[in-house]
Nanobody, 122 residues
């Protein structure tokens, strides 16, 4: 059983910063790709940032230069530092990870966290 738990959401004024974290726990052999998505009110979920060990992170154009994704493999944790926040960044933020478990070696499955609300006031 694998779980992803996000923390760090909240209410912040425009121009402010928040840091999200997402810790994976359970029966994990290897974590490959880790992502942050967001789902604004009334809209579809969208990919915000991706990080793969040994590769440069990728970002959606809307957050480039403001958001930074990082990971700590020793802690099975991915972070999203969000600076210069705008009202349009308001959304539920989800982390996801491609994980191989000891029970299914050679298979990567995508797991999701429960989401954390980020609200940016103008």
């Amino acid at each position: 059983q694998v779980q992803l738990v996000e923390v760090g959401g909240g209410l912040v004024q425009a121009g402010g910063s928040l840091r999200l974290s997402c810790a994976a726990s359970g029966s994990i052999f290897r974590i490959n790709r880790m992502d942050w998505y967001r789902q604004p009110p009334g809209r579809q979920r969208e990919l915000v940032a991706t990080i793969i060990s040994g590769s440069s992170p990728n970002y959606a154009d809307s957050v480039k230069g403001r958001f930074t994704i990082s990971r700590d493999d020793a802690k099975n944790t991915v972070y999203l530092q969000m600076n210069s926040l705008k009202p349009e960044d308001t959304a539920v933020y989800f982390c996801s990870a491609l994980i191989t478990t000891p029970q299914a070696m050679g298979v990567m499955m995508k797991y999701w966290g429960q989401g954390t609300q980020v609200t940016v006031s103008s």
